[in-house]
């Protein structure tokens, strides 16, 4: 077995460097996996608490199984990519599957089509981050709220989260238009028409 | 658009560490006698002549270790734990 990684110089890695605490990790040396943890829990934990605000309840438990899944994957890491943005794509994946769970909808219930209301998505996508669509999405329910965070803060399309759910691309844009419907009534209820 | 920056909780990184050990001990962790940087606790246990009882984790037993996981500052100061070394990160 080599020797216990060591890092030269905490703040300019390299690739090199990168690929040296990986094999450490793999070659299950404790004091790489503290590395491991102290280099990159705060951007992980950065990047999924933005992308499920308002609702930071999972964020703990998704960090967690984001690096869970970096060490049972870490063996195929190339060192193409820095370190820091490999593991940031699985977590950019672990929200996708928070999603995915959190997007339970009986589709067949919706066979409606509500009118579009682009004043609300121009909202959504323009003061995305403001305190008040945060505070208007809490009130929605947990389904409407996720799918409109997929769709509009993660940048996803219908297409792709009718492939990532198994629904069709027309049954999501249904549910986005139930979705942003109900935004839209929260919003008004508590800011007037737009 | 910028996303704000956050500091993951001390105790999450604490939590993970220990997952991710418990993880790597399942086919015995890199003897201690071959790591660098060891804790008091640690460098009593690389004393012992057995690689066995150095390829474990003694962290599972330490109260640093506890502590870390359900506080945010626990009263951990001494070198080279990384338990000690989250909650200055």
Redesign the interface.
Same mark, same amino acid.
């Given at each position: 077995?080599? %020797?216990? =990684?060591?890092f030269s110089d905490d703040k300019e890695l390299t690739e090199q460097t990168d690929q040296d605490l990986a094999r450490a990790?793999l070659?299950? &040396?404790?004091?790489a996996?503290?590395r =491991? #943890? %102290?280099m990159f829990? &705060?951007d #992980?934990?950065?990047?999924i *608490?933005?992308r499920l605000t308002p609702r930071v309840g999972a964020v &703990?438990d998704l #960090?967690?199984e984001t =690096?869970?899944a970096a *060490?049972s994957a870490l063996g195929r890491y190339t060192g193409e990519a820095p370190l820091r943005q490999w593991i940031l794509s699985i977590a950019r994946h672990k929200v996708h599957d928070h999603y995915r769970r959190a997007f339970q909808w009986n589709f067949d219930a919706v066979d409606d089509e509500p009118a579009e209301a682009e004043s609300i998505e121009t909202a959504l996508l323009e003061t %995305?981050?403001s305190e008040r669509v945060l505070a208007t999405l809490e009130t929605l329910r947990p389904e409407y709220a996720a799918l409109l965070r997929w769709r509009y803060w993660d940048g996803q399309s219908a297409r792709e989260m009718a492939v990532a759910t198994g629904k069709t691309e027309k049954a999501i844009e249904r549910m986005l238009a139930r979705a942003r419907m109900e935004f839209r009534e929260k919003w008004e209820a508590a800011h007037g028409r737009t | 658009m910028d996303e704000p920056r956050r500091k993951a909780p001390a105790r999450l990184k604490s939590r993970i560490y220990s997952a991710l050990v418990e993880k790597q001990a399942e086919e015995g962790l890199l003897p201690l006698g071959q790591c660098q940087g060891l804790c008091v606790f640690e460098q009593a246990v690389a004393l012992l002549p057995s690689e066995d009882l150095q390829s474990r984790n003694p962290c599972r037993v330490c109260h640093a270790r506890v502590l870390a996981e359900n506080l945010e500052d626990p009263p951990i100061w001494w070198p080279n734990c990384p338990y000690s070394d989250f909650k200055k990160s």
């Open positions: 077995m080599g %020797e216990s =990684f060591r990790v070659a299950r &040396d404790r004091k996996a503290a =491991f #943890v %102290e829990a &705060d #992980v934990y950065s990047l *608490w933005n &703990d #960090v967690q =690096f869970l *060490w %995305e981050r | -």
